[in-house]
């Protein structure tokens, strides 16, 4: 109660600072009268959420004072959510891959059974709102950028008009300019709204990754990480988790810098080697050396077609079974091969040339789109420990993993639940004791009451006591009255002579002995 009236007070009175901060204070000069109101409506929406947490948590302390809600009680270690998991992994799945949607399939499927934790969902917010008001600001700064290098230009061709220069290198620079800062400015505009996209669909794709990696931890499957992470250090896992939001956000703002600027530069690499020349006429030039480059390609990857079927038709040895789908890896005419090799020797190193280059401008591209990833490394194979922030995710996964796995929590819900029960029922047998007036007396009584209880619970015990004062018909009483006990347990007899041998309520006994 006390919490949630400081709370919405506090709240409450920065609600009202904000919006007399929008209402009273001027606009900008970059997004104009409403400025104020686009760049803090992320606050305001966040300080109304703080409100309505702050009555809920409110009402609820006023029902529970009027008792119309129960008190809450002792947090349960297995939460609904869970439960709901482990019932799900002994059930049939209830819907095969093929039924699912294209939604479901190919974007996102939702599952009921798994619940982000807070640092999940806060993080992915910070880092949207931060998006949001980096963009704001990118905007911001590209808007006066290229206002200046408008007002250069305009700076040159009134100088070059007012000394009448006709062959100035001013006259000269004015009209590439003019062409360049429109190029660029419309360029930066189209890359600022497919950068911000791409950063924003990371930050979703980040939570499904999320629940990906942690579903396969959960079925024991490790194969998805390096072999040097399948056993990380306690410590280094548990010091993930405090740097992982800090990580996330700040590898989000940067992905969207770098990400946006390498966008710009293609940008401008398409049209200036694009659209600038089809607009000014010259579309039969382009294409002429769009047409060589692309028959460039086509016969480098028509050549290595090319090897790939002569090799699967001559230098292959024939299916050992007809059903099989390929040719064994089995060579076939060897003097013929090495001819072939030798053939294309000197065409794989003009090849392998190119593709060098190739290789090295698709991994630049490649880590440069994914540097935002922390949950995928940026470094090949066997290098992985050289990206941190890829190390922070796994560790970050397997600390979750260690204390949310269903499976475990469920266990360990179980094993204390019993133990809760085993400790009520010893302080009720406690009590029993405790109402003996005689210490002796109390003694002989509790022997005797736990060999009933354990008689009546295990009745073979009954053919296995060692009792030389018990005469032969007693003996034969004996194994009846075992035999009678263990058929009803087993519910081999009429109901009429089970009613006659059934055990106690087990909430006056003892447990299980």
């Known amino acids: 109660m006390y919490g949630g009236v400081l709370g919405l007070l506090y709240t409450l009175t920065w609600v009202i600072v904000t919006v007399l901060d929008i209402g009273f204070c001027p606009g900008g000069k970059v997004l104009g009268p409403w400025q104020k109101l686009i760049l803090q409506w992320p606050t305001l929406l966040c300080l109304f959420f703080l409100l309505g947490r702050y009555v809920y948590m409110i009402v609820k302390s006023v029902r529970i004072h009027l008792k119309l809600l129960p008190e ?37 499927d939702w599952d009921p059974y798994f619940k982000f934790p807070n640092r999940m969902i806060g993080t992915s917010i910070i880092s949207l709102i931060g998006l949001y008001v980096v963009t704001l600001a990118d905007y911001s700064l590209s808007d006066y950028t290229f206002d200046s290098l408008d007002a250069l230009r305009d ?4 100088l070059a008009a007012s000394c009448n220069l006709t062959n100035n290198l001013a006259v000269a620079l004015v009209p590439q300019i003019e062409k360049f800062s429109n190029v660029a400015r419309k360029s930066w505009l189209a890359t600022t709204i497919f950068a911000s996209l791409t950063s924003v669909s990371y930050t979703f794709h980040v939570l499904a990754c999320y629940r990906k990696h942690l579903r396969r931890l959960w079925a024991g499957q490790k194969g998805f990480l390096p072999e040097r992470y399948h056993d990380p250090k306690s410590a280094v896992s548990l010091a993930a988790i405090t740097r992982y939001s800090g990580w996330q956000i700040a590898f989000t703002l940067w992905g969207y810098f770098i990400v946006h600027f390498v966008q710009f530069l293609f940008a401008l690499l398409l049209a200036y080697g694009v659209v600038i020349p089809i607009q000014e006429g010259r579309f039969v030039e382009w294409l002429t050396n769009f047409a060589i480059v692309l028959l460039t390609i086509g016969i480098v990857i028509a050549l290595v077609i090319l090897q790939i079927v002569m090799i699967q038709i001559f230098f292959l040895q024939q299916k050992i079974n007809p059903e099989d789908k390929e040719k064994p890896l089995a060579l076939n005419n060897r003097k013929a ?34 540097v935002s990833r922390i949950d995928r490394t940026i470094m090949q194979r066997g290098y992985e420990s050289m990206d941190p922030g890829y190390s922070t995710w796994i560790g970050m996964i397997f600390a979750d993993h260690y204390h949310t796995n269903p499976v475990m929590v469920c266990f360990c819900h179980l094993l204390l639940s019993r133990t809760r029960e085993k400790q009520r029922s010893m302080s009720t047998y406690s009590q029993f004791q405790n109402t003996t007036p005689d210490s002796g007396t109390g003694s002989r009584v509790r022997g005797r009451w736990l060999l009933l209880y ?60």
């Open 155 to 158: 700076s040159m061709a009134e």
């Open 337 to 370: 091969f090495h001819n072939f090799s030798y053939f294309f020797f000197f065409y794989n190193v003009i090849m392998g040339l190119s593709n060098c280059i190739l290789r090295l401008l698709l991994s630049f591209v490649t880590g440069t789109w994914l």
């Open 72 to 108: 809450e009680e002792e947090q349960q270690l297995l939460e609904s959510h869970q439960a709901k998991y482990v019932q799900s992994l002994l059930q049939k799945p209830s819907e095969s891959l093929s039924d699912k949607s294209w939604f479901k399939r190919k974007v996102y």
């Open 454 to 513: 354990t008689l009546l619970r295990n009745p073979q015990l009954i053919l296995l006591r060692r009792n030389r004062s018990m005469s032969l018909q007693e003996q034969h009483k004996a194994i009846s009255v075992a035999v009678v006990v263990k058929a009803s347990q087993a519910e081999l007899l009429p109901e009429s002579v089970s009613q006659h041998t059934q055990e106690p309520d087990q909430s006056s006994l003892t447990p299980r002995l």
